[in-house]
Nanobody, 125 residues
Framework: VQLQAFGGGLVQTGGSLRLSCAASGITLDRYAIGWFRQSPGKEREGVSCISSTYDTTYYTESVKGRFTISRDDAKNTVYLQMNSLKPEDTAVYYC???????????????????WGQGTLVTVSS
């Protein structure tokens, strides 16, 4: 089982990036997917999640209205569209998979079974 997060990079304040989380070895339509991020010296925090049934999405307060999570199960990929980026969004972003077939998803690490390796997002001021 492998999750690969990619799409990070260097962007100026106000710019946009789209992160992708591609899976191999599992079928993502059986999983809720979460995006987490970790800055140096800080705890890894939940950013957004989407349920396996597409019904439910959650966002941490600081990214609401700027980030959008979506999934394309045909491509076995989940996306995080990040707009209006701020320097405080700078972090390594990770995707994770939680095996469940319901309308739930969580922004807590403990629920997730599989993790990707992370992709670095740097927002310059």
């Amino acid at each position: 089982v492998q999750l690969q997060a990619f799409g990070g990079g260097l962007v100026q304040t106000g710019g946009s990036l789209r992160l992708s989380c591609a899976a191999s070895g599992i079928t993502l339509d059986r999983y809720a997917i979460g995006w987490f991020r970790q800055s140096p010296g800080k705890e890894r925090e939940g950013v957004s999640c989407i349920s396996s049934t597409y019904d439910t999405t959650y966002y941490t307060e600081s990214v609401k209205g700027r980030f959008t999570i979506s999934r394309d199960d045909a491509k076995n990929t989940v996306y995080l569209q990040m707009n209006s980026l701020k320097p405080e969004d700078t972090a390594v972003y990770y995707c994770a998979a939680d095996f469940r077939r319901d309308r739930l998803c969580y922004l807590r690490r403990v629920f997730y079974n599989y993790w990707g390796q992370g992709t670095l997002v740097t927002v310059s001021s």
